[in-house]
RNA sequence: GCAGGGGUGCCCGAGCGGCCAAAGGGGGAGGACUUAAGAUCCUCUGGUAUAGGCCUUCGAGGGUUCGAAUCCCUUCCCCUGCACCA
């Protein structure tokens, strides 16, 4: 086995099959979505890969000049991550790259090297994608730090600027204050997928300070009765541009990340604040503060306001706190409490004034530490966002929607000074790998990519438009990505990757880097020989845009024919990626190419893929579920991984790697083998396909085998085109499999007798499959095709043809009755059970093939015309029989179409000895009455001989 | 919550108005071959029936139709994505 693949691998690499270069002709240019080499390339990967190589190949054999390249995405943030954890002997990271990513020591160690990380794998990576056999145009290779596409990179960030689509601003992000660095979701210890909340912060005056109060529901500041300090956490008075604002200790700590200058004045003892009055930024009415000990100093600013009318927490506090007459007694509250009641703001259907009270009484709440109070608060809190309204008795805003005067109250305040944004994770606690508790942290300065702007949104929806996409439910998620995708922060300051030219602080995000590379590919064999200071602005402009100028440095003749080559391939055929990518780096794919590109050079189509599964459960490299694909490949073989990976599942659909059905898959692809080498034995000489002797075939099963082989043909190449490759498969494999087995089986005495006719079918069949199969399996092709006389490699060789001709539902039916006999006497034999020794068939006599026609016609089981017209057209005498027939054939007339008379009596007499042997009885053919002691004959009709059992 | 996609026989999955008791795998049962095991091939794998039939089934309920796994409505459940991350 590993012989046979290092065998063709060398042949294909020496006649360098798979080097492209434009010729006469038609080209196709596919591409998957280039890897991030950040790990060991496992079966999932091995997928992905699969596919536009089974379909690069499929489409060479059918005569197209297919350029399919492949480069690495080596930009970005993981392996700076990756390679400080292993610098700093972090176990976990360290047994992940030593037992699932199968890194041996020695280069373990050089991983601390973040681009030795991506040498080592996108290395490993190109000699894996080797070993599949695909077929890659290895010159078009590159990596995205390769300081030639650094230079592609800045000349196409600058022609989106010049086109004023990047625009400064500023993001927040999640961020591990000890690293410096904003952490993705895959940097956390703890806290995976924790959303991030956009907290207004209303700013209470008292004295000569202010009380920062934090709400996610700023529209609720008119039904404000008092603030809630805990007395048990810290609190700090800072310094906010110039202004003195108290808040927690805790809350500083995220705060100072998002506020600049936020420094420290001293601490503050909420002791001394409890039972002092603040003012109502909104209403300007002096409400107290009050002690509450389900205030979280960590979430927020510490400090919240109080609307017990909607919200559960208030609520329960407040009683609390009226019934605590010990806390009241510490802080002389008695006063000030007992006049607090809630102030309904909100209306919603199915609650009164005070829902947070109702709510609170529904779930059993008894105090403010209950956690049932969260699921109260969401509760509430979701309904009366959707459905909710603010209550009439409210000037201004009453009668407005609770989700639409959210944003009018936010914005009047901000405008007033009386409020400010900010972030805060949505649940606690968010660790970093480093153990450290990350923040959200104001990212200022940034470069954003306007995904907003409607104009480009516009155009890109023409990209769309113009585009196939595969599944096609797929074009609705693109639509609606492409509406809703926002500004994109372009820019980063951690990672490997190139600089935003005009802003020497930033590094273009990974993302942005990486949607219009495909035509790098096309040029990319030419400019790794060129030194990259040649490579300005107006190279590319010219070689891409076709727009001349002066200053280009290279040598014109060689600018003409990169130009020629660009010109040829693009633009993109297929564009190949996971479901995953849909709504970032497809969509921004789109988005790059209307920027930049003429419609012309848009792409053509988009494949979507699906995910892995390892039996039945989900892959991924960090919970160490994975089987990396060079194992896969020593343990069954290149071939059967291949097959295996396209047979399982269509692209677009979740596989599931299982052990036992790859195993049943290697079986089929032995059974294969050995096929070839039995036709050989069968013929009893040498077996040379590109001679096969013509002979002229009448029976019917050898018919049919033939019209089964192009019918299948036909199957597979049809799914192919639209790269279902399960179902190419099921026909080009599986289902003419079952039909050779058959025919094997049915012809089995002509086997022993060398019948040429045979020999013929199960050469012209074998040679057909050799090539079907060559896209799949191509190891095991070209050494089939290399012992059977093929002619040069099965990779030039040409994709069979069907011919529709020879496809005859006749024949197909034909066999279909043979069967049907066979089953049906078995069925009546199980039945009676007796002892039974002859079996007689009787045809239905031509009046009720008549009959069988007419009611085609018809079309539909309409007992009483069918009788009506077959006595007008008067096919039988009578006129009781007629009526009793057509009311068999509206039944069967459904379940089995008319396709004309057969000869039935040719067809069962040719099957006449399998019937037999199958039954183990005497078979007699009867086309009249002569013999017909139980009266079956008038049971036979078309199609569907009547049987009698004696 | 919003958006998209699904629920099919023991399991995975095809089918998306009548050839559907429902392709193809896997698993299971029986048979042929073999000293045996494995591999391979054949048959069966919802129920029932002394003549090729009948009955029940494609998440649940209702409807359209001569006819529904397939179309429409209602309902329950599952999966994926929701961004600054490749």
């Known amino acids: 086995m590993k012989d046979i693949e290092k065998k063709w691998q060398e042949k294909w690499d020496n006649e360098k099959l798979f080097e492209s270069n434009p010729n006469e002709k038609e080209k ?188 996610l529901r700023p529209e609720t500041i008119i039904g404000a009765t008092n603030i809630w300090l805990n007395p048990n956490i810290e609190y700090v008075q800072v310094n906010a541009n110039g202004e003195k604002w108290v808040i927690s200790k805790d809350a500083h700590h995220n705060l100072k990340n998002q506020i600049k200058d936020l420094k420290i004045i001293k601490e503050i003892k909420p002791e001394g604040l409890i039972g002092e009055y603040v003012e109502n930024p909104f209403t300007g009415k002096k409400i107290p503060i009050l002690p509450a000990s389900f205030v979280d100093g960590e979430y927020g600013s510490g400090i919240v306001f109080s609307e017990p009318a909607d919200a559960p927490a208030d609520y329960i506090a407040l009683l609390d706190l009226k019934n605590n007459s010990e806390l009241i007694d510490k802080y002389e509250l008695g006063n000030i409490v007992k006049d607090i009641e809630p102030i309904n703001v909100c209306n919603v259907k199915g609650y009164g004034k005070i829902p947070a009270a109702e709510i609170i009484e529904k779930l059993e709440i008894t105090n403010q530490e209950d956690p049932k109070l969260q699921e109260a608060t969401n509760e509430l809190y979701k309904l009366e966002f959707s459905k909710g309204k603010i209550s009439d008795n409210i000037p201004v805003f009453g009668g407005i929607s609770v989700r639409e005067s959210r944003e009018s109250f936010k914005k009047q305040m901000i405008e007033d000074n009386t409020a400010t944004i900010m972030y805060d994770f949505a649940e606690r606690p968010v660790i970093c ?68 030219p005009w802003d020497n602080q930033w590094l273009i995000e990974p993302l942005t880097d990486s949607t219009i590379y495909m035509s790098y590919y096309t040029i990319a064999k030419f400019l790794r020989d060129i030194d990259p200071e040649l490579l300005n602005d107006a190279f590319f402009d010219k070689v891409l845009l076709n727009i001349d100028s002066n200053d280009i440095l290279v040598n014109r003749e060689l600018v003409d024919e990169i130009q020629a080559e660009f010109n040829y391939w693009y633009p993109l055929d297929w564009r190949l990626s996971a479901k995953d990518l849909v709504g970032n780096h497809l969509s921004f794919l789109m988005f790059h190419h209307s920027a930049i590109y003429p419609p012309e050079k848009w792409p053509k189509g988009t494949v979507i893929f699906g995910m892995g599964l390892l039996e039945g459960n989900k892959m991924s490299s960090s919970k160490g579920n994975v089987i990396l694909l060079k194992d896969a490949i020593d343990q069954y073989g290149a071939d059967v991984v291949r097959l295996f990976l396209m047979a399982s599942a269509e692209p677009w659909q979740d596989f599931d790697w299982r052990e036992k059905e790859v195993l049943g898959t290697k079986r089929k692809l032995e059974w294969f083998k050995k096929f070839a080498s039995r036709v050989e034995e069968i013929k009893g000489s040498f077996l040379n396909l590109s001679n096969i002797e013509e002979v002229n075939l009448s029976r019917t099963i050898d018919l049919w085998m033939i019209s089964q082989l192009n019918k299948h043909i036909k199957e597979a190449t049809e799914a192919l085109e639209v790269f279902q490759t399960r179902k190419a498969l099921q026909e080009a494999l599986f289902l003419l499999k079952k039909d050779i087995d058959h025919y094997m089986y049915r012809v089995n005495q002509l086997i022993e007798n060398q019948d040429p006719d045979v020999i013929y079918v199960l050469s012209t069949v074998l040679e057909s499959w050799i090539r079907l199969l060559a896209p799949f399996i191509p190891y095991t092709s070209e050494e089939l095709w290399e012992q059977y006389g093929g002619d040069g490699f099965v990779f030039n060789a040409e994709w069979p043809k069907y011919n529709e001709n020879l496809i005859s539902e006749k024949i197909e039916r034909s066999e279909y009755i043979v069967e049907n006999i066979i089953k049906d006497i078995s069925q009546i034999q199980n039945i009676v059970k007796g002892n039974t020794k002859k079996i007689h068939i009787y045809l239905a006599p031509d009046w009720k093939w008549d009959l069988y026609k007419i009611a085609d016609n018809i079309g539909k089981p309409d007992i009483g015309q069918i009788i009506g017209k077959s006595i007008k057209a008067n096919i039988h005498d009578d006129k009781k029989e007629i009526a009793v027939v057509a009311k068999k054939i509206g039944r069967e007339m459904t379940k089995t179409h008319y396709i004309g008379k057969i000869n039935e009596e040719q067809i069962l007499n040719d099957a006449i000895d399998y019937i037999s042997n199958e039954s183990g009885k005497e078979v007699i053919i009867h086309t009249d009455r002569d013999y017909d002691p139980q009266n079956k004959f008038k049971n036979a009709i078309p199609y569907k001989p009547a049987i009698f059992i004696e």
């Open 28 to 215: 196709l240019f596919i591409t998957v979505a280039f890897p991030y080499p950040s790990g060991a390339m496992h079966i999932g990967h091995g997928r992905t890969y699969t596919v536009p190589d089974v379909y690069a190949r499929f489409k060479r054999m059918e005569g197209y000049n297919v350029l399919f390249p492949m480069a690495w995405h080596v930009t970005g943030a993981p392996v700076i991550g990756i390679a400080s954890r292993i610098q700093r002997k972090d176990p976990w990271t360290l047994d992940l790259y030593e037992n699932v990513h199968k890194v041996p020591k020695e280069k373990l160690i050089k991983m601390e090297d973040p681009e030795y990380i991506v040498r080592y794998f996108s290395n490993e990576y190109h000699n894996v994608m080797h070993d599949m056999g695909f077929s890659i145009d290895w010159r078009r290779e590159f990596k995205t730090i390769d300081p030639t596409y650094k230079k592609f990179i800045e000349w196409q960030i600058k022609k989106l600027k010049d086109k004023g689509l990047i625009k400064k601003g500023k993001h927040p992000v999640k961020y591990c204050p000890r690293d410096k660095n904003p952490v993705g979701d895959h940097d956390l210890l703890e806290g995976e997928g924790i959303e991030v909340n956009e907290l207004t912060l209303i700013k209470f005056k008292h004295d000569n300070e202010i009380l920062v109060t934090a709400t």
């Open 433 to 500: 790998r480093c153990g450290e508790r990350c923040v959200i942290k104001i990212m200022d300065n940034q470069w954003f990519m306007k995904y907003s702007d409607p104009e480009w949104k516009e155009k890109t929806l023409k990209v769309l438009k113009g585009e196939t996409i595969i599944p096609t439910e797929i074009r609705n998620n693109f639509e609606y990505y492409i509406n809703w995708l926002d500004d994109w922060a372009c820019s980063r300051n951690v990672g490997l990757g190139t600089k935003l």
